[in-house]
């Protein structure tokens, strides 16, 4: 079975600095993997996503990932923080074979000037 | 395109009462999904339809709730009688069938927000 953990309900930075959201993903086979963003009262929209190939995806608003199957990793990254990226932040994964994703609990990203 | 459209987007209501949400996904999207979220419990799958048929339905919580496609442009869920522990975000989402690299992208709805008193 698939699951998901984001490490971390809640991460504050400043404004300029790097944000770092932790994934971690179990499957059994090699799986989908994607980022979504909520906005306060706003369904989730989808920042990037993991299929296959290249395994550091790039997504918008400057926002990467990196798939290390190694770690069974998939963090998401942005080299300098805007007020703009307070959200929360969902991980989710779906194996090859399966129509439904699973989601991570979701970690709220804090910005401060 | 106008996205997945969900309705009412807020909606208040005693316990006990019919609560009905409405979906209307993406034209050629041939899957359909409804997700509940809270604060406990994050977003949990409830069910989900391909082609108007559903395929898994092994997350609606009990048979106060029930969840129908008509056609492909139409879906409800319906939870009758409500109860307080209701009170959470409905999502509704739809995605096309997988692509070449297997990765069909879910596009969600605004969400109905819930609150039963």
């Known amino acids: 079975a698939q699951s998901v953990t984001q490490l971390g309900s809640h991460v504050s930075v400043s404004e300029g600095a790097l944000v770092l959201l932790r994934c971690n993903y179990s499957?059994?086979?090699?799986?989908?993997l994607f980022w979504y963003v909520q906005y306060p009262n706003q369904g989730l929209q989808l920042l990037l996503k993991?299929?296959?190939?290249?395994?550091l995806v790039k997504g918008i608003n400057g926002f990467e990932a990196e798939f290390k199957k190694s770690e069974t990793s998939f963090h998401l990254t942005k080299p300098s923080a805007h007020m703009s990226d307070a959200a929360e932040y969902f991980c989710?994964?779906?194996?090859?074979?399966?129509?439904?994703?699973?989601f991570g609990k979701g970690t709220m990203l804090l910005v401060s000037p | 395109d106008a996205g997945v459209i969900q309705s009412p987007r807020h909606e208040v209501t005693e316990m006990g009462q019919e609560v009905t949400l409405r979906c209307k996904p993406i034209?050629?999207?041939?899957?359909l999904f409804w997700y509940r979220q809270t604060m406990m419990r994050g977003l949990e799958l409830l069910i989900y339809?391909?082609?108007?048929?559903?395929?898994?339905d092994s997350g609606m919580p009990e048979d106060r709730f029930s969840a129908k496609m008509p056609n492909a442009s139409f879906s409800t869920l319906k939870i009758q009688p409500s109860e307080p522990r209701d009170s959470a975000v409905y999502f509704c989402?739809?995605?096309?069938?997988?692509?070449?690299?297997?990765?069909?992208?879910?596009?969600f709805g605004a969400g109905s927000r819930l609150t039963v008193l």
């Open positions: 034209s050629g999207h041939d899957y």
């Open positions: 339809f391909n082609n108007n048929v559903p395929i898994d």
């Open positions: 989402a739809s995605s096309p069938s997988r692509d070449r690299a297997g990765a069909n992208v879910l596009t």
């Open positions: 993991y299929t296959t190939g290249a395994t």
């Open positions: 499957s059994s086979v090699p799986p989908y």
């Open positions: 989710a994964v779906r194996e090859s074979g399966y129509s439904t994703l699973t």
